[in-house]
Each structure stands twice: as C-alpha cells, then as structure tokens.
C-alpha cells in the first residue's frame, strides 16, 4: 500500500473548491523546475491506466488542443486534461504528487529519482454542485 499523500498545501478557502491541487512536496518540486526551467505545465492525458501520471512540460512544449481541459493551477502552473478524461474524472479533485522513481515518457522528473504522480479525491455533492457544469 502506497504512503498516504502529503498534505494539500493550496488554501481551498471560501468559493468552489478547486479542480486541481498540489501537496507540499509538489508544490516545492514546480518551484525547483520554474526556478531551472521557467514556466511548466502539466497535462493529465488519457493514455495508460488513465493517465496515472501527470506529464510535466514546459509551457509551449505541449500544443493543448480546444477541447482540452483547464482544470485550474497548481505552484501557478496550468493544469490541463483530455476532455475524454474529463468526462470520468469530473467528479473529483486532481491532486498533484510526487513519488520515487524516474518519470515515464517525456516528462520532467519531479526531482532527482523522483516522478509527478495523480492522485484523486471524490467530490462531495455540494463541491461538485458549486463547480457548475465545466
């Protein structure tokens, strides 16, 4: 059984609740990348197992279609997902993590031996009433 996550470090505070957060040790690892590299961004395709693992690029490197989904920011970086994704995960909270191991495909690595990875929360009904339709 996998460790249980940071804690979510974004203050939620009054309004909707956001669609996308980042636990503390993401958070730090978007600040190291953005200090290195500049801005990234991070996109949660709807490849293998449902795109477990967020792909993190800089920005501009990933052409973001216009259906693609903005889910909101994390560490101040767009946070986007295939809208096919979408339509199964709407219903919950993307949350941005980190974990040891090397990242998959073409993403930046979260940190030396360590990879970004999804994790998720259900909604509750008043969250997801609050969230409207998109």
């Keep these: 059984m996998p460790d249980p996550p940071d804690p979510i470090a974004q203050d939620e ?10 636990t503390t040790a993401a958070l730090e690892a978007i600040a190291r990348l953005v200090a290195e ?6 996109v949660q395709s709807a490849g ?5 693992c967020p792909m993190c690029f800089d920005v ?16 101040g970086c767009p946070v986007y997902m295939d ?3 979408f339509e199964t995960w709407r219903h919950v909270q993307l949350i941005v993590d ?3 191991g090397e990242p998959e495909g073409f993403s930046h690595a979260a940190g030396p031996g360590r990879h ?19």
């Design 13 to 22: 505070g009054p309004g909707p609740v956001p669609r996308a957060v980042a």
């Design 98 to 100: 980190v974990e040891p």
């Design 48 to 52: 293998c197992c449902d795109g477990s």
């Design 37 to 42: 590299r500049g801005p990234v961004m991070f």
């Design 60 to 75: 501009g490197e990933f052409v973001v279609g216009n259906h693609d989904v903005l889910l909101g920011t994390v560490g």
């Design 116 to 134: 970004f990875v999804a994790r998720s929360r259900v909604l509750t009904p008043q969250e997801e009433a609050g969230l409207g339709a998109g």
């Design 83 to 85: 809208p096919r994704q």
